[in-house]
């Protein structure tokens, strides 16, 4: 756990107070223990600058935005957990955009000579010093190789890997602040989990090389795809702070006009590309939002920004196929136990209470012809039973779910009739048949006899050390408590406020005994000494009235 005292000089936590008090959410930065005279400051400085008649969800999207990248991404990534914040709340999360103005030139250049070796001149015939596209992370130029190809150039921002630090540490420390304060309920929201969740994130992001890593594979993936493309990317002109890729000519999803290209064509292509990186090859991209794609000619669809990828292991999709074959069958019992199965419950759960539920809300979708099925509200309506029964996904369950509802929400708007479930069937089917398959039930058997082995192995050697240990009084057990922080919260806060009192007590006593005296220097004819004892006693005194006051326990 980071200590308080340890970043509460950074300017950072003034920043980040200031902009929730400027918003109208001061009482955010009071029970996250954000320095008071941070707030003091803020509010002397000038009034709230926001309309305060905005919703929460809408205030706290503004705070985001306003702290800068690492909030803004943060945000964005819990716009892809419908199970831990409610819909109003995702629904603002996914409009941060972090679109800010490019870096000056100089600074992009000394990046590129910094990562590659030499001048920008020795690498690139032409480098256009106009960013295409900029955002708090990095920003992209046009460029041409010595040998003629077109290449797009993704630079970093300097000093971006510090900033990011340095706020993660600040998040983990309010995560922490959360967890031990009332604020809202740590063993379902593990606010500690999320932080670390995100921070691995957004730290891979940061990696070009990864990126890149990451294009190559599905470049693979997709070589025999006529109608799907990804860039190539030049390996040897990539570093982690640089990425060079194929430059593609194309308009981006959110700026074609649907009555200008082949909706239906397009809606199927994009479709099947994000189902089959889901279901076949478990490697997927977790944002394919309109922006990060681009429409070809020749009704060809180009993925971008793999920055954030989502994987399903043997094991996740053999899971999803055992969700898929429940749901289908209408199974709520057997769908129930793998939800509990697959989440991270809290509490234990009433399956039969649980498995009525789900029966309630997924009924009314049977009766729905799939070309009307919004599977977005039948994503969100499972999601709201799993927070109601306090159920946490696993986050690549839940990047794979935000997946499917933004591909699903482009091709609507590409194809208003189109169908996602009856494009999903085929790679349901397969997904299915290869579960269940002669050979992987022959190696999913071996498997078992392997691990069984292994476990008859070393029971007796552990059985051994277990009853030495007993037998020589060296046999200990551990306990852990919960629930038990708040107390100690208090009974620190009870134990500083005792110290406190004590010292102006003392103050008081021994500035009256110095009054007493004839101690010089004078001030008004009184030893100057116990007139300042005394100014320090009513200062501290005031100070611990108001500390009081505040906490409006008298």
């Not at 799907?228 to 570093?239: F, H, N």
């Not at 199927?268 to 977790?286: M, N, P, S, Y």
């Not at 007493?516 to 200062?539: D, H, L, N």
Request: one cysteine or more; hydrophobic letters at 45%; aromatic letters at 8%.
């Amino acid at each position: 756990m980071i200590n308080f005292k340890s970043i509460r000089n950074i300017p950072r936590i003034g920043d980040i107070t200031a902009v929730l008090v400027r918003h109208g959410l001061e009482h955010f930065a009071e029970q996250l223990g954000l320095p008071i005279y941070q707030k003091l400051r803020t509010l002397i400085s000038g009034p709230p600058g926001l309309e305060l008649q905005s919703t929460l969800p809408e205030r706290l999207r503004n705070v985001l935005q306003d702290l800068g990248p690492t909030f803004i991404k943060f945000g964005q990534v819990l716009s892809t957990r419908h199970d831990l914040i409610p819909d109003n709340f995702v629904q603002e999360f996914s409009k941060l955009q972090d679109h800010v103005p490019p870096a000056p030139f100089d600074r992009v250049t000394a990046v590129l000579e910094s990562e590659l070796g030499l001048p920008v001149d020795g690498i690139f015939r032409e480098f256009d010093r106009d960013a295409i596209a900029a955002a708090s992370i990095g920003q992209v130029h046009r460029a041409r190789l010595l040998d003629g190809r077109e290449v797009v150039v993704k630079v970093q921002r300097e000093g971006i890997t510090e900033v990011i630090r340095s706020d993660i540490d600040i998040l983990y420390y309010l995560a922490h602040t959360m967890e031990d304060s009332d604020l809202l309920d740590a063993a379902t929201f593990d606010p500690v989990g999320i932080i670390g969740e995100f921070a691995r994130s957004i730290t891979r992001e940061l990696d070009y090389v990864r990126e890149a890593q990451n294009m190559v594979t599905f470049r693979r993936n997709f070589a025999d795809t006529p109608r799907v493309r990804i860039p190539e990317v030049y390996l040897d002109l990539c570093t982690q702070r640089v990425l060079t890729m194929e430059y593609m000519r194309g308009a981006r999803g959110n700026q074609v006009d649907p009555a200008t290209v082949n909706g239906r064509a397009l809606a199927e292509i994009g479709a099947r590309a994000v189902l089959q990186q889901v279901f076949k090859d478990g490697c997927f991209h977790a944002d394919p939002h309109p922006g990060n794609i681009l429409i070809l000619d020749g009704n060809t669809i180009c993925f971008l920004d793999f920055g954030m990828v989502g994987r399903l292991s043997l094991k996740m999709k053999d899971n999803i196929s055992r969700l898929l074959i429940s749901l289908l069958g209408r199974d709520y019992d057997a769908l129930a136990r793998e939800l509990v199965y697959i989440g991270e419950p809290v509490q234990e759960i009433d399956l039969d209470r649980f498995s009525t539920a789900l029966m309630d809300t997924l009924d009314p979708y049977y009766g729905v012809a799939l070309k009307n099925l919004n599977l977005g509200l039948l994503i969100r309506s499972i999601m709201r039973l799993l927070v109601e029964n306090q159920l946490k996904l696993p986050a690549n369950y839940a990047m794979m779910l935000k997946a499917l509802i933004s591909i699903e929400h482009m091709a609507k708007t590409l194809d208003p009739e189109f169908d996602i479930v009856q494009e999903a069937r085929p790679f349901v089917e397969e997904l299915v048949v290869e579960r269940w398959h002669p050979q992987r039930l022959m190696k999913d058997a071996h498997l078992g006899l392997l691990d069984f082995a292994f476990f008859m192995k070393r029971t007796p050697s552990q059985l051994t050390r277990l009853l030495h240990k007993m037998q020589h009084g060296n046999f200990s057990i551990e306990f852990m408590h919960r629930g038990l922080d708040p107390l100690a919260h208090t009974l620190d806060k009870l134990s500083n406020r005792i110290s406190f009192s004590l010292v102006i007590s003392a103050l008081i006593i021994g500035s009256s005994f110095i009054m007493t005296t004839s101690i010089k220097p004078t001030m008004f004819g009184y030893p100057w000494m116990g007139v300042c004892g005394y100014m320090a006693a009513g200062f501290l005194g005031f100070w611990l009235a108001i500390g009081i006051l505040r906490s409006g326990r008298l």
